[in-house]
């Protein structure tokens, strides 16, 4: 009787000394790429004029867009196929069918580009020199961005939480700081183009490296086929067209800035983002540590402790959200001027705005991954469709007369509807409460 006492001890406590470790990688994970993608816009402030600062927070946008399409949901998709029981046989054909639909696709999007007449370009973005190379270097950097981050959705679903926060979180930051701290101290003069490429290159070596541990997970699986290109389309396409929505509602409201406004308004909206972008980060890392387990809990079918888990992890979130957010709004203008100079003062009451709005997504808790997992991914497109059309309406509207104030609250007030809908999807079809409840919080207390 002891020794079966003993055992089931030392499995708790190696259970939770594993759940701690994966809490601490993705905490660092998210942590290293926010606090390292704002130490990079500090940088570029200091290294690069207003418009060139703009037109990088563009191609940024860009690439999250494009690279989410190319991706075509998989990176959703590959965890659940990798937790989920009647996958298991499957797994490998499903990995090695993924890769070459994410290549077909950057193939395709490529090729859509190329064949677009550069004067569409260079009617949207201001660039003196040719836009077709600064086009070129973008589609790379797609193709290597998604590769990247659905490899290291692949070491998530193996549950190798490390290396998913390295390769996708940590590292891509962290040489892109160092380089351009190299740049800084030593004063070296570049050009925008070189700054990409050097993005490019990272995103390529990161890949290259992550490779090798890669194979030895795949080693053990065995091929089967069977798997049908048309199944996992069938299962990404819906988590592609909302990821992909929802990264238009937060990315729209800069690209139709850069249409009707000036670049410089572009410039203060994307550092009022980077610097607003700190309040998401406990829902963001919250999300990465409770998927695998969320997908398997919904394999047992036990809504119970699925609801036991959103609570205690957007109490969490909600909670340090909140303490962030109130930091930002008393010493915003301080912080904007100590960071970024004197020239980005303007984006303080942009940053107010867009904290407001990332606090009220965080305390709405994790949604789109409670519903992915529970099989139900047409409503996270169909609540994505509604709320980007919503905010593209709010962008038009407003912002040709209030500028970069217009574009934040655009993207605020789509954000909030979209979590509006999705709560009430979520909790109508899966019966799982996601959203922050005061009640619990008092019950907990409490208890």
Known sequence: MNSVMESGKRLINLTRSKVTGDSAWVTAGFATNAFSSLFVSILLARLFSENNVAIYFLFFSMVIVLSAITQVGLNVTVVKVLNKPKYIEFRLAYLIKMIFIILASNIFLS????????????????????????????????????LRSY???????????????????????????LFLIIVYIFQLNI???????????????LMCISLPRLMAYLKVLTYKPGVQFTHILASGGPIVMGQSIQFLITQSPIWILTIVSTLESVADYGVATRLAAVVSIPL??????????????????????????????????????????IILVING??????????????????????CIGNLINVVSGSLAVVLAMAGFENYVMYSSFLAGILTISICFSIIPTYGAVGAAIAASIGISVLNLVLVLFCYKLTDAKTYLQMPSMIANKRA
């Open 284 to 325: 963001l890392i919250a999300n990465n540590v409770i998927m695998p387990k969320i997908a398997k809990l919904f394999g047992d079918e036990n809504i119970a402790i699925i609801n036991k888990t959103l609570n205690v992890s957007v109490i969490a979130s909600s909670s340090l959200s909140l303490i962030v957010t």
């Open 333 to 354: 203008e301080w912080l904007l001027f100590l960071l970024f100079g004197e020239e980005y003062l303007l984006a303080y009451d942009l940053l107010i705005i867009l």
């Open 111 to 146: 090729a859509i580009i190329i064949l677009t007449p550069s004067d569409f370009f260079t009617e949207i973005i201001t660039i003196e020199q040719n836009i077709n190379q600064y086009l070129y270097i973008v589609l790379f950097w797609v193709l290597f961005f998604s």
């Open 191 to 205: 050009e925008l183009h070189t700054l990409l490429f050097s993005i490019v290159f990272i995103n390529f070596f």
């Open 151 to 177: 490899l290291s959705e692949v070491f998530r679903g193996f549950h190798d939480i490390k290396r998913a926060a390295l390769y996708q979180r940590i590292l891509p930051n962290i040489l892109l700081m």
